[in-house]
């Protein structure tokens, strides 16, 4: 029998597995995928410290996009972590350090909803070509007007769960590629350099 209660759920596990259920169910979960298993590892998964971007680019077009960690789940709604990034072709930006949450997230429905409800965007610096539900590809010049135009097309956005796809103190590589059989002629490829600690 000791065996059998050793396997059993705890209270706690069985309320967040009930809960990932629920969720499902109502078609509310996470854009990145809904799994009891991956709800439930991102329900448990300790939130604390930091998490670092580091974007590659290896395409002929200059990526224009925004991206940064929320919780999803927090109804409130809770603070979002926003930046955007022009990145040239071929090229590898800088380490992005923000905080760390259950969902990071490059150009999703869900993160620029949390943008706009939070007025995350009502900020100096904020870029309206790179704004949206995608990644964009341009192909204007540097320093253009249109600059921030996705006149070469665009990948799809991306979402990775904490718990799931990668935990706090992590570095999350993105990569955009060019795939002429993704819509819009892009792809984000994600792995993950886990933390040393």
């Known amino acids: 029998m000791s065996v059998l209660q050793n396997w059993l759920p705890t209270r706690s596990e069985t309320r967040a597995v009930g809960l990932a259920v629920t969720v499902c169910v109502l078609g509310t979960a ?45 109804r409130s709604p809770g603070a979002v972590n926003f930046e955007q990034l022009r990145l040239e072709a071929h090229t590898t930006s800088e380490l992005v350090v923000v905080t760390c949450a259950r969902n990071a997230a490059i150009g999703t429905e869900g993160f620029v909803t949390r943008v706009l409800a939070t007025d995350a965007d009502d900020r100096p610096d904020f870029d309206p070509d790179a704004f949206h539900e995608w990644v964009g590809f341009s192909s204007f010049p540097t320093g253009s007007t249109g600059a921030g135009l996705a006149d070469a097309g665009y990948a799809e956005g991306l979402e990775v769960l904490l718990g799931y796809d990668f935990s706090c103190g992590d570095q999350l590589i993105v990569t955009f590629v060019e795939d002429e059989t993704a819509p819009g002629g892009f792809r984000i490829d994600f792995t993950v350099l886990l933390d040393a600690e």
């Open 30 to 74: 996470l854009s990145a995928g809904c799994t009891d298993s991956s709800l439930f590892r991102n329900l448990v998964a300790p939130v604390a410290g930091d998490v670092a971007f580091i974007f590659v680019n290896d395409t002929p077009h200059r990526a224009v996009f925004s991206f940064g960690t929320y919780n999803d789940l927090d």
